[in-house]
């Protein structure tokens, strides 16, 4: 049986593309090689989201629908492909991982940053990042989608924190995640009427045929005369309008909504560019259009215009395939496309399979374009994608930044224990590096491998020592090895994820979300939970399935589980609030901690249970940590038992590797002179939540006044614990 321990009563997930290069500079519109030796080598940086290893046929998964990515795979085939490579369970942890080569128990980001979440659970300006990192080498940096790792909620820096944290340009998302989508399709219809956003096409319910108005009030007449087309709601959605099914354009209906987010293709759009900060309204073109394309687009335009006399970094964070699914223009998707295809329900568990499908795809093809337009590959005669890693002087790395989301994992991996969990399916990802310092290129390498490590890679493609140039420990070790010697040794000796939850004011946490017979606090608000298929039951709870409350909303699974024991109805699985997972070359122990609700005692308890697996990275059928193969249910062998103790012990080190250190808000070892004064101005200035409000009474209270100051004069001149790194 599981090995239990039972605390206290409680009262209250990129894909990086890299193609390593020592021929010459890419920039000035030409990606192509201008010569040995000139300068460091550029880096183009893809992050696919929500796309975990079981999605990738490139590592020999997929399942029997794999989606099609033919440009990702071509460059697979030109570099190493990592197989075993480990993120963290959600988008921001795992973003931080790789930008900041920390894990989450040094960044204190456990779970998707959500509106109220607080500095102490963003990313430090204090830290250093890969942009700043690569300024010692004189790199540009820029970054192209979703953000997710800091603000703009609960951050002096609003809307400005990629430039704070050292990007010089930037054009995307903030908070990273899109809006739910306005089934309303811009105020045309009442709400719940089209589940996708759009009006599909007749045989659908909708028209094939109508008046598409843009914000400006022009209007033109959009048909569909083929199959082969969009519907024409989608079409004009695509092209950033409205379209009002049946009609010619004309007088211009009232009920036209511009302001209404729309999922994939109305987003507050915010560029940043030397330092000055643009936050484009919904009613702007460069707002409307569906998001891959923007982020192609952007991404494009920079690089092009680069000077070739300075080295660059983009990095192109793909908000795709992410939820909420909504189908992409149908030319992204040459595989999947089909007409019955806008009819499909966006709400729906497997036409949204499908759906994540086709916008993958669509990425996929977004980012052949990318490497065409910039000159990075070309276009053979049968339209196939021609790269060759020595052509230009730049690495393209490709990763996940974390596991695919339950419902779409496919077969043969654990949609249960997948995205938001530290078991295989929601933290193994695909990571691709090509390039000429590639040895016998389109191999793989089976060697232990943590998003943290890319932070050092990164340096390593600058010239830049990271442990030496970084003022705090980090966890990263070498990636370089293994392109350059395909005999390399394995450098780490264990692997470590963890998820949780982060900082809220006052000990705060995300609502209660039911998805199917669970329940999380995972998803950030409503819209979230319900954009992942959920019932929201937090506050503003509107379902009738869930126990009245007098309209408060629960705000923990436990009190769920309360409601529904009183009210005489069956009780949900809980599923693990912190999740965290240690392996070696073999084994791989799972510690989860849980709520329960104690009918006894009618209040809610934590139980800590963990699992020990036997995993590998087989084909097509990898050994995963699925309930039927925990080692610990039985009496468990010398060896087993042995890996057990050891892991056990290397997973407590690991967790208590940086404790909180009162008074150092810059967490740069010491509480000093330096510390008194950065509180001084955030608490003049601000006032609100920083890393400089330290914990009173076990919480935050999401202010930086004078408590926090009192908390750093009281411990000036003291040295921190330096936890040093376990690999």
Request: proline share 6%.
């Amino acid at each position: 049986m599981r090995r239990y321990i039972r605390m206290a009563a409680m009262g209250a997930v990129a894909i990086t593309l890299l193609a390593a290069c020592g021929g010459g500079s890419s920039g000035g519109g030409d990606g192509q090689a201008e010569g040995p030796g000139t300068r460091p080598p550029n880096i183009l940086f893809v992050v696919m989201d929500d796309v975990g290893i079981d999605q990738m046929s490139a590592f020999g998964y997929g399942g029997a629908t794999a989606p099609s990515m033919p440009n990702i795979n071509a460059v697979a085939a030109a570099g190493v492909r990592f197989r075993n490579t480990w993120s963290m369970p959600e988008c921001s942890p795992g973003r931080a991982a790789f930008f900041l080569g920390r894990y989450p128990t040094r960044t204190r980001i456990y779970q998707a940053i959500g509106p109220n979440d607080l500095a102490n659970s963003q990313v430090s300006p204090y830290e250093t990042t890969v942009p700043k990192l690569l300024k010692r080498a004189n790199y540009e940096s820029a970054m192209f989608g979703k953000f997710h790792l800091a603000g703009p909620e609960n951050n002096e820096a609003g809307n400005a924190t990629p430039s704070v944290l050292g990007w010089d340009h930037f054009y995307g998302w903030i908070g990273g995640l899109p809006a739910s989508i306005d089934s309303t399709a811009g105020g045309i219809a009442a709400e719940k009427t089209y589940a996708c956003g759009f009006v599909p096409g007749k045989a659908a319910g909708g028209a094939d045929s109508g008046a598409c108005y843009r914000a400006d009030y022009s209007c033109t007449t959009v048909s569909r005369t083929s199959p082969l087309q969009d519907a024409a709601g989608l079409q004009c959605l695509s092209a950033g309008g409205i379209f009002v099914p049946g009609q010619s354009c004309g007088k211009v209906p009232a009920t036209l909504d511009f302001e209404r987010e729309n999922a994939y293709y109305v987003s507050p759009l915010v560029i940043i560019d030397g330092g000055k900060v643009t936050e484009v309204p919904l009613t702007d073109a460069r707002a409307r259009g569906y998001r891959t394309r923007i982020e192609t687009d952007a991404a494009i335009d920079w690089i092009k215009s680069r000077p070739s006399s300075r080295p660059w970094m983009a990095t192109v964070s793909y908000s795709a395939a992410h939820t909420p699914w909504q189908q992409p223009p149908r030319s992204l998707v040459p595989v999947s496309g089909n007409a019955l295809s806008d009819g499909w329900d966006c709400n729906g568990t497997l036409t949204g399979r499908l759906i994540q499908d086709q916008m993958t795809e669509a990425m996929d093809t977004e980012f052949g374009r990318l490497l065409v337009e910039t000159g990075l590959a070309r276009r053979g005669d049968d339209g196939r994608l021609q790269y060759d890693p020595k052509a230009a002087n730049t690495v393209i790395v490709i990763v996940g930044d974390n596991g695919t989301l339950g419902s779409a994992v496919k077969l043969p991996f654990s949609g249960s224990r997948a995205k938001g969990t530290a078991y295989q399916t929601g933290v193994w990802d695909p990571l691709i590096i090509a390039g000429p310092l590639v040895a016998q290129p389109d191999r793989e390498v089976d060697h232990m491998v943590n998003m943290v490590d890319l932070f050092q890679f990164f340096g390593e493609v600058a010239g830049i020592d990271a442990h030496a140039a970084v003022p705090r420990t980090i966890d990263s070790v070498a990636i370089l090895p293994y392109l350059t010697h395909p005999d390399q040794p394995s450098l780490r000796t264990i692997n470590f994820t963890i998820g949780g939850y982060n900082q809220q004011a006052d000990g705060g946490r995300n609502g209660a979300c039911v998805i199917n017979t669970s329940c999380t606090q995972i998803p950030v608000s409503k819209s979230v939970c319900e954009d992942n298929q959920g019932t929201w039951w937090g506050a503003g709870h509107d379902d009738p399935s869930v126990v009245p409350d007098g309209g408060a909303g629960y705000g923990s699974c436990w009190s769920v589980n309360q409601a529904l024991y009183k009210a005489g109805r069956d009780q949900l699985d809980i599923l693990p609030e912190i999740s965290a997972a240690i392996r070696n070359d073999r084994y791989k122990l799972v510690r989860n901690t849980r709520q329960a609700y104690d009918a006894a005692s009618d209040s809610g308890t934590t139980v800590v249970t963990e699992e020990l697996y036997e995993v590998d990275q087989a084909t097509p059928t990898p050994l995963l940590d699925t309930p039927d193969r925990d080692l610990l249910a039985a009496s468990p062998s010398a060896e087993v038992n042995a890996a057990y103790v050891d892991l056990r012990a290397r997973l407590d080190e690991m967790l208590a590797a940086d404790p909180d250190c009162p008074g150092d808000g810059n967490r740069d070892g010491v509480v000093d002179a330096q510390d008194l004064s950065n509180w001084s101005r955030l608490a003049r200035d601000w006032g609100l939540s920083s890393v400089y409000d330290f914990v009173i009474g076990s919480v935050l209270d999401g202010r930086t006044n004078d408590a926090d100051g009192q908390i750093v004069r009281n411990n000036l001149g003291k040295t921190c614990p330096k936890s040093h790194g376990i690999y």
